[in-house]
């Protein structure tokens, strides 16, 4: 009969972000292990490599971060807040300057590997195609379709990130919601300015 996992791939999974965060692109199993509290061989044993490990970490955190991003769109009944809301909570964890550098640090090593940086496109996918609906309800009359706003929304998110860890001034949370407020309040338009017309109705003018 197989022994029971003492630690689950999730918790192992939480150990390998945390070890990123503190070392950075060269962080190994054995600092994994480390803050997971297990040994090495059971980190070895459950993913084989450093690489599996980071290939699960993203597939994980994409299934993750779209849980919870669901979640809080849940708690608000303005879909713009929504928006803004959910764009915030997928910075959480990175909150810190040291730990967001050697995040980003990880970032551009990722992005030289053809099947880590396929898995992180696949997560700014999943983003957007959460945050497409929710645009298409929202009262933003001024904004471009919502597929294409999503992604700027998404894109000017990650960039904040960016530039937050190189120069961190302010709380990140802070400077996400200013700045995403200040692109959803431009795209309010002045009071008055009619809905842009849908899909089906720009369809029937053009016929």
């Known amino acids: 009969m197989a022994r029971p996992k003492s630690i689950s791939d999730g918790e192992l999974l939480a150990a390998c972000e945390r070890a990123i965060g503190e070392h950075g692109p060269n962080f190994t199993l054995a600092q994994v292990a480390v803050v997971a509290g297990v040994s090495v061989g059971t980190v070895a044993g459950r993913f084989g490599s450093k690489h599996a490990l980071l290939l699960a970490l993203i597939a994980g955190g994409t299934a993750t971060l779209e849980a919870r991003m669901r979640d809080v769109i849940e708690k608000h009944s303005d879909p713009v807040d929504a928006v803004r809301e ?111 017309p849908s899909d089906d109705s720009k369809r029937e003018v053009d016929q």
Request: hydrophobic letters at 45%.
């Open 86 to 196: 959910a764009l915030v909570l997928a910075a959480e964890g990175i909150d810190d300057p040291e730990t967001a550098a050697q995040h980003l640090a990880q970032l551009g090593k990722d992005l030289a590997d053809p099947g880590l940086r396929e898995g992180i496109a696949g997560l700014r996918r999943t983003v957007r195609s959460v945050l497409t609906p929710l645009l298409e309800t929202a009262q933003l009359p001024c904004a471009p379709p919502a597929v294409q706003a999503a992604g700027v929304l998404a894109a000017l998110a990650n960039g904040l990130q960016q530039d937050w860890a190189l120069c961190p001034q302010g709380e990140l949370a802070d400077r996400l919601r200013q700045d995403l407020d200040a692109v959803l309040s431009a795209w309010r338009g002045p009071q008055g300015v009619s809905p842009r």
